[in-house]
Each structure stands twice: as structure tokens, then as C-alpha cells.
């Protein structure tokens, strides 16, 4: 069985952000205080992964025919912008998304004037604001066991628009839109190899 998982957290405020929702970041963090979350601006993130179980291997990419034809659409262009290597192209939205490499960078709905910081998201902030002020959905791939997960960061909420998408996609995969703050720590994060039901009340 594929199994496609969309962990969200909306909203979420860049500022003050300790952890990315990535597999290496998979611990319990601190919680912002609400004074400093309500100072900041307001974005929405998510961390879309994946597994194929039968096949064994783990990452978005691994079953990414499951969740791609929802990306694109949510994504509403069939081109994004690409940074890859120092070289900034504008490729096939599916194509790249299928065929992400670790730190490539995707940007929807506007042209990028100057290239992602590297590093984690708070030494991205400079880059990556103007970006999300500006109305772009910036999607990060970031290492899997098996190929890579998209991180994907956005000036408005996602998670709905997703849900509605996997829940009228093809059937046979499992689908799941689930919140960051109920599935923190391994076991939750991996929850597919432990119980598939885990996160019944989550699927699509």
C-alpha cells in the first residue's frame, strides 16, 4: 500500500519558528509564547511525506504518482521556478516535484529576484518572506530514507484545499491530513509501520 501523509501547522509564524516539520526534526519542541506569536505575521506550512510499504521505502517521492496531480492543482500552475545548483529554471511543476533532489527549491506563483538562503528556515527568513509577502508557495525538499519530502510554506491556509483534493484523487493510496502538534515524535511521524489506523479519523 502507498501512503501519503500531509502534516500541517496553521498558522505558524516564520519569526520565532524552532524546528522544521521534517523527519530530522521529529522531537517535541517549545511552544511559542501567545504575546510572541501574535506579534509576528501570520504564514502556514506543512510536510508532506510518504512511504510505500510494500516496496519498503520511505519519502514523498517513493509514491509520488499518489499525491502529484493534488500538488499541481493546489499549486494552480504547471510551471514552478527551480533552484537547483545556483541555477534558477522554470520546469514542469510534476516533473520536479516528482524528481526533487535534496535542497531544491520550488516557487509557485511569482519569479524569485534572489536566490533561498541555505540553512534552516530561521536563516532562510530573508529570502523567504518576501516570497510569501508576495503571494508564492516555496516548497523545500528535504531528505528521506528513500529520495526526498517536500516542505512546503505559504501566505495562506493549505490544509483544507489538500484535504478536498486527496479525497476526490484516484483511489488506492492511503491519504492523510493530519495536525503537526498530534503526530510529534517517531513513532507518530512513522505511525504507517506501527498502526495504519492510528490516524483513521485523519485519512481522506
Do not use: C, N
Amino acid at each position: 500500500m502507498q501512503v501519503v501523509k500531509y502534516f500541517h501547522e496553521e498558522p505558524a509564524s516564520l519569526e520565532i519558528l524552532a524546528t522544521d516539520l521534517s523527519a530530522e526534526a521529529r522531537q517535541p519542541d517549545m511552544r511559542q509564547s501567545l504575546e510572541q506569536f501574535l506579534r509576528g505575521p501570520r504564514y502556514y506550512r506543512g510536510y508532506l511525506a510518504g512511504t510505500d510499504l510494500e516496496a519498503d521505502r520511505t519519502g514523498a517521492t517513493t509514491v509520488a504518482s499518489a499525491w502529484i496531480p493534488s500538488l499541481v492543482t493546489l499549486l494552480a500552475s504547471d510551471h514552478v521556478y527551480r533552484e537547483r545548483a545556483g541555477s534558477l529554471d522554470q520546469v514542469d511543476t510534476g516533473h520536479a516535484l516528482a524528481a526533487g533532489l535534496q535542497g531544491d527549491v520550488l516557487t509557485a506563483g511569482l519569479r524569485p529576484h534572489e536566490p533561498l538562503s541555505p540553512g534552516p528556515v530561521r536563516e532562510r527568513l530573508p529570502s523567504l518572506r518576501p516570497r510569501l509577502d508576495g503571494g508564492g508557495i516555496v516548497l523545500i525538499a528535504e531528505p528521506a530514507h528513500d529520495g526526498v519530502d517536500w516542505a512546503l510554506f505559504s501566505p495562506a491556509p493549505q490544509a483544507d484545499r489538500l484535504r478536498t483534493l486527496f479525497s476526490t484523487a484516484a483511489s488506492g493510496p492511503a491519504r492523510f491530513v493530519i495536525p503537526h502538534v498530534e503526530a510529534r515524535g517517531e513513532h507518530k511521524f512513522y505511525f504507517e509501520r506501527y498502526d495504519l489506523e492510528l490516524y483513521a479519523h485523519y485519512r481522506t
